[in-house]
């Protein structure tokens, strides 16, 4: 395949112009720069709590460890905990302050409510792990029930999500005063695509705010008898669950969009009033299209049922037109400069980066996590595959290989421009995210296989006095081993994003790999750009083949049930 | 013009305060979480739709718009 | 003036194509699991049950959605699973709904429950589905052994005692699921066509033992 000639222009990374990302963020205040490191370590210890809980529970559930019940449940606890709740939301609130400053280009405003904001979550994070710790194990959605007897853990695990709740609403209202600054100044009238979208997504991180306390005030009143029992928590908590499914997809393709511009230069060729649409399309379809959480559950009335199952057809409509828009942006910048082959175009992006590498890779884990997701959210496959280990099969394929594999991209370019210290050793970091994602495949097939077949979720001893299928405990041992190597390839990315952190400035920060693809609207789009079409053409026929399969499958069971795993 | 900003804002709202409404009119939908978060949320957005509005007008005379 | 773009890097191509996953509903409907009219056949699972369409009785703690009281309908099953243990269990531990009705049978005080009749071995879908009851309690069901016929239908009438569990039967190359919650009953009608020794377990994390909450089903 060709790729791009070498006398295409090349230039160093897009940060080093006067508007570049780093550049801006190197100018930062000092306070703010203090903020955003604190944020950032957090994140990243929320995140390696999460890693070796959830190693530990993988290796446990694979028989390669051996915990009492309770540690074992408090392990899954603190994994969940860590990585789903003050990870992924830490992160967040982060790289919407660093990207928010970046944008106003003079800094934080509403300081200290960003400043509450992170004493508030740093706070929560500390409640939250120590009762995950100590107390009755609840597992990440904090369920009462599991704890009528013991009020003090329940009242103290939801205490944790207010608090971080309440730390994302602040943290939300100084990103959301700060992208304001422009226009109050005069000094511009409209947003740019990623200044809207930081906006609509400030709004959102409040939004998901409303909904854990929505879901977790009720536990924290009954435990301090001023309420009565949350007997409606799995319903609550479902809106959060779905909130947190898809807020930090949207974070994510945010992020997509700021990294290209960086590594390539690029920005849409197809104005950024699209990019507006799509990024508000993230909140206009991903509410209306939560229901399908809730296929098991008996009192889901008939016409919500249907209602869901339809909606839920458009839950990926945003996160593809994104990645549509991405891709061409790129393929028709990419043609205009020379490119030639079907996909050679991509060979001439700055893989050597691991910012590059780290995106290129989630794109690759977001199109194999969407397909399943698709076989999932089908309400007939629910009494099948619902509440089985297919789910963490799948959804590890988002949570590590799309959102942690891009927000650690966004370290990677961030942190040496924040503290002018250089990245830790590049060219290892930019070979770890195949290494992840292979691991992330062997994880994923072999757990959606074993989901498929009937391993539930959440049991660490799947003998059943030997009554289960032999098959089980082998396809658990792949899941520990497709772990194992996942966990140990993001280590060392962590490690290096850590090291970077924590480097300060003892060496001079260095410009990595970038291409200059930028050319002028005029000669954009002339030639073919096929990536995006095809790359989503083959996810709907995998889809296709997968949804088949899982009917074939359901359909052939020695078994005719009529209720479809709910009461009708 | 900023004008296409607000209106999306605006279709946030109106899907969300329909969801929300939804689901306060039917009851034995049986979620009535649903009110309280997007009906909340739809109150926020609105919100911030019109500050959004209001934002552009609050930059004093003597300054020049950059772009 | 034309516009000089190839279709595939113009804006309404590139919106299009978000919408890319929704051509998923081809395959829903060719399966009969189309949420619309449109496309919507019956599956072979559905055209093939006999039964008729049976009915949830649940409701929340404030009431059920089809207005009976929550309270009374999960007392009235609690009653009715101590009749249907007390009516068919066996010297075993088992409970096996066929077995009083050779001694002789009698009611065992649902509404609309029948029994089984003699038992003639592998019929496929005996006309009427022979009522049975689950319990699901930290940490085992009642009964944890059933004994069921091959071809015969079962009206499953199930509710979690306590606190939320999932009753999963696996059969072989998958399992079928299904979630309960306390005080909710959930009812299924289900035909085993093979004879088999199945296993069911929880699916619904509910504390310390949850692992080993499990039980049979012994299908002849």
Redesign the interface.
């Known amino acids: 395949m060709d790729i791009i000639p070498q006398d295409a222009p090349v230039a160093a990374a897009p940060g080093r112009t006067a508007h570049g990302l780093t550049v801006r963020i190197r100018t930062l205040p000092r306070p703010d720069k203090a903020l955003l490191n604190l944020l950032f370590g957090a994140a990243l210890l929320a995140l390696v709590l999460g890693l070796a809980g959830g190693l530990l529970t993988a290796l446990a559930r694979a028989g390669a460890l051996r915990f009492y019940?309770?540690d074992a449940?408090r392990l899954l606890t603190l994994h969940g905990v860590s990585v789903f709740f003050y990870w992924l939301y830490l992160i967040q609130a982060a790289l919407l302050l660093a990207l928010a400053a970046a944008e106003n280009g003079r800094g934080l405003a509403l300081r200290p409510a960003a400043w509450a904001g992170a004493a508030l979550m740093l706070t929560g994070f500390a409640v939250s792990e120590w009762i995950s710790a100590t107390g009755t194990p609840l597992?990440y959605d904090g369920?009462p029930?599991?704890a009528?007897d013991d009020p003090r853990s329940v009242g103290v695990f939801a205490l944790g999500y207010l608090l971080l709740a309440a730390g994302l609403a602040a943290s939300a209202a100084s990103g959301i005063a700060t992208l304001l600054q422009p226009r109050r100044r005069g000094e511009t009238e409209e947003f740019g695509a990623v200044g809207f979208a930081l906006f609509a997504w400030a709004g959102f991180l409040i939004v998901s705010a409303i909904a854990a306390t929505n879901a977790f005030l009720p536990g924290l009143l009954w435990a301090l008898g001023a309420g009565p029992f949350p007997?409606?928590h799995?319903t609550e908590w479902h809106i959060l669950f779905h909130n947190l499914h898809y807020l930090p997809l949207m974070a994510t393709v945010l992020v997509w969009y700021v990294l290209t511009e960086h590594l390539t230069g690029v920005t849409s060729?197809?104005?950024a009033r699209?990019s507006k649409?799509?990024f508000a399309?993230y909140l206009v379809f991903v509410p209306p299209t939560s229901l399908y959480h809730m296929f098991?559950?008996?009192?889901l009335?008939d016409g919500v049922?249907?209602?869901g199952?339809?909606l839920s057809?458009?839950v990926?409509?945003?996160t593809?037109?994104?990645f549509?828009?991405i891709v061409?942006s790129l393929e028709?910048s990419a043609r205009a400069h020379g490119a030639t082959g079907f996909l050679g175009w991509m060979r001439g992006l700055p893989w050597s980066n691991p910012a590059m590498a780290n995106m290129g890779w989630a794109v690759v884990n977001m199109m194999a996590g969407?397909t399943f997701a698709?076989v999932l959210i089908?309400?007939?496959?629910?009494?099948?595959l619902?509440?089985?280990f297919f789910v963490p099969g799948y959804f590890h394929l988002f949570a590590v290989g799309v959102l942690t594999q891009t927000f650690l991209a966004a370290l990677m370019v961030m942190l040496p421009a924040l503290n002018g210290g250089p990245l830790w050793r590049p060219a290892l970091l930019a070979r770890m995210p195949a290494l992840v994602t292979a691991g992330l495949f062997l994880f994923a097939a072999a757990g959606i296989a074993a989901g498929?077949?009937?391993v539930?979720?959440?049991?660490?001893?799947?003998g059943?006095?030997g009554?289960?299928?032999a098959a089980w405990p082998v396809l658990m041992a792949l899941v520990g081993i497709g772990a194992s190597l996942f966990a140990a390839a993001l280590s060392v990315s962590v490690y290096g994003v850590v090291r970077t952190l924590l480097s300060g400035r003892k060496a001079p920060a260095t410009d990595l790999t970038a291409v200059a693809w930028r050319v002028e609207p005029s000669r954009?789009?002339?030639?073919?750009?096929?990536t995006?079409?095809v790359s989503?053409?083959a996810?709907?026929a995998a889809?296709?083949v997968f949804?088949?399969a899982a009917?074939q499958?359901?359909?052939?069971?020695?078994?005719?049930?009529?209720?479809?795993?709910?009461?009708? | 013009m900023k004008n296409h900003e607000i209106l999306l804002m605006l279709a946030i709202v109106a899907v969300w305060a329909v969801l929300a409404a939804v689901y306060a009119f039917v009851p034995?939908l049986?979620m009535p979480g649903y009110v309280r978060v997007w009906g909340g949320g739809a109150l926020l957005f609105l919100l911030l739709a019109a500050v959004l509005a209001l934002a552009g007008q609050g930059r004093s005379a003597g300054e020049t718009p950059r772009s | 003036m034309p516009d000089?773009?190839?279709?595939?890097?113009?804006?309404g191509?590139?919106?299009g194509?978000?919408?890319?996953?929704?051509?998923?509903?081809?395959?829903?409907a060719?399966?009969g699991?189309a949420?619309?009219p449109f496309g919507h056949t019956p599956?072979?699972?559905?055209a093939?049950?006999p039964?008729p369409?049976?009915?949830?009785?649940?409701?929340?703690?404030a009431g059920?959605?089809d207005g009976h009281p929550a309270a009374a309908t999960a007392e009235s099953f609690r009653l009715d699973h101590e009749a249907f243990l007390r009516t068919y269990g066996q010297p075993d531990g088992s409970v096996d709904p066929h077995a009083a009705s050779h001694a002789g049978g009698h009611s065992h005080g649902t509404a609309n429950g029948s029994h089984a009749d003699g038992g003639h071995g592998n019929h496929i879908?005996a006309a009427e589905p022979v009522t049975v009851y689950l319990m699901a309690q930290r940490f085992a069901y009642s009964p944890d052994l059933l004994r069921l016929k091959a071809g015969q239908a079962y009206r499953f009438r199930m509710m979690a005692d306590d606190?939320?569990h999932?009753a999963?039967?696996?059969?072989?190359?998958?399992?079928?699921?299904?979630?309960?919650?306390?005080n909710?009953?959930?009812?299924?009608?289900?035909?085993?066509?093979?004879p088999?020794?199945y296993?069911v377990?929880?699916?619904?994390?509910?504390?310390?033992?949850?692992?080993?909450m499990?039980g049979?089903i012994v299908v002849v």
């Not at chain 1, 098991?296 to 009192?299: D, N, R």
């Not at chain 1, 954009?524 to 096929?530: E, M």
């Not at chain 1, 499958?553 to 009708?568: N, T």
Request: proline share 6%.
């Open positions: 019940s309770d449940y597992l369920s029930e599991l009528v007997a409606d799995g060729i197809h104005g699209l649409i799509v399309a098991l559950e008996p009192t009335s049922r249907v209602v199952s339809l057809l458009f990926s409509v945003p593809l037109a994104a549509a828009i061409s028709a969407l698709f089908q309400g007939d496959l629910a009494p099948m619902s509440d089985t498929t077949m009937g539930p979720r959440r049991v660490f001893d799947i059943y006095g009554l289960a299928p954009i789009g002339t030639a073919p750009a096929w995006g079409p989503i053409a996810l709907v889809m296709y949804t088949i009917f499958l359901i359909q052939s069971l020695p078994i005719a049930a009529i209720g479809g795993g709910h009461g009708h | 034995s049986g | 000089p773009r190839h279709f595939t890097t113009r804006r191509f590139i919106a194509l978000g919408f890319g996953a929704v051509s998923l509903y081809g395959a829903w060719a399966y699991a949420p619309l599956s072979a699972a559905r093939s049950e039964v369409q049976v009915h949830d009785h649940g409701g929340s703690a059920s959605h879908a606190i939320t999932g999963s039967i696996q059969l072989g190359m998958a399992s079928r699921i299904v979630r309960l919650r306390p909710i009953v959930s009812e299924q009608t289900v035909t085993f066509t093979k088999g020794e296993l377990y929880c699916t619904v994390y509910c504390g310390q033992a949850h692992d080993a499990q049979r």
